[in-house]
């Protein structure tokens, strides 16, 4: 298991940008594939929304198509981190964002991923 730190969640206005990080505990960072998700007001864990993965060298990414163009998810395996930057937000952005580390899944299912952080509150006002 890898422990997780998310940061730089704020409040920000429709059409601005803001950019959330991940810190990874533990020196296997770059065995892990990484992935954001994201609960939205209201909603229920099991509703986690897929956001981005990212692959254990950050050369495959993956995008749900409600963030595609507007979000990019990268890596620093050197400083065991990864990132969220987020363009031209809309009020529906607006959720808790979670990262998450599968070892040996890439993709969008939330139930294939293994250690979670506690979250970053991000709040889109329109």
């Known amino acids: 298991q890898v422990q997780l730190v998310e940061s730089g969640g704020g409040l920000v206005q429709a059409g601005g940008s803001l950019s959330i990080s991940c810190a990874a505990s533990?020196?296997?960072?770059?065995?892990?594939?990484m992935a954001w998700f994201r609960q939205a007001p209201g909603k229920e864990r099991e509703e986690r929304e897929f956001v981005a993965v990212i692959s254990r060298s950050g050369v495959g990414t993956y995008y749900a198509d409600s963030v595609k163009g507007r979000f990019t998810i990268s890596r620093d395996n050197s400083k065991n981190t990864v990132y969220l930057q987020m363009n031209s937000l809309k009020p529906e952005d607006t959720a808790v964002y979670y990262c998450?580390?599968?070892?040996?899944?890439?993709?969008?299912?939330?139930?294939?991923?293994?250690?979670w952080g506690q979250g970053t509150q991000v709040t889109v006002s329109s």
């Open positions: 533990g020196r296997t960072f770059n065995s892990y594939n």
């Open positions: 998450a580390a599968a070892g040996n899944f890439y993709g969008s299912n939330s139930e294939r991923y293994g250690s």
